[in-house]
């Protein structure tokens, strides 16, 4: 899975629907998400798109856990 700048803001959910987080940044195609994010920090990664750098709270995703990208979210495959 190859992420995009237009992945930014998305949110994460796991297998079960719970959402864990959202898309905090994307660097070098690797998705960084920062875990259960404030409003206002939700808010500010879907207006800055591009400006954003992970930070020490936000975790790169692993390609081999990726289900499904769409336009607004992004799901986690169930562990194996």
Same mark, same amino acid.
């Given at each position: 899975? #190859? %992420?995009?700048?237009?992945?930014? =803001? !998305?949110?994460? %959910?796991?297998? @079960?629907?719970? !959402?864990? =987080?959202?898309?905090a940044a994307?660097? +070098?195609?690797? *998705?960084?998400?920062?875990?259960?994010?404030?409003?206002? #920090?939700? %808010?500010? *990664? !879907?207006?800055?798109? =591009?400006?954003?750098?992970p930070?020490?709270? *936000?975790?790169?995703?692993?390609?081999?856990?990726?289900? *499904?990208? @769409? +336009?607004?979210?992004?799901?986690?495959?169930?562990?194996?």
């Amino acid at each position: 899975m #190859q %992420f995009t700048n237009d992945d930014e =803001g !998305k949110s994460v %959910f796991d297998a @079960d629907r719970e !959402k864990i =987080g959202v898309v905090a940044a994307v660097r +070098d195609g690797t *998705a960084y998400v920062e875990p259960e994010p404030s409003l206002t #920090q939700e %808010f500010e *990664a !879907k207006l800055d798109r =591009g400006d954003l750098e992970p930070d020490d709270e *936000a975790y790169p995703i692993r390609d081999e856990w990726v289900e *499904a990208v @769409d +336009d607004k979210e992004v799901l986690l495959r169930t562990s194996p």
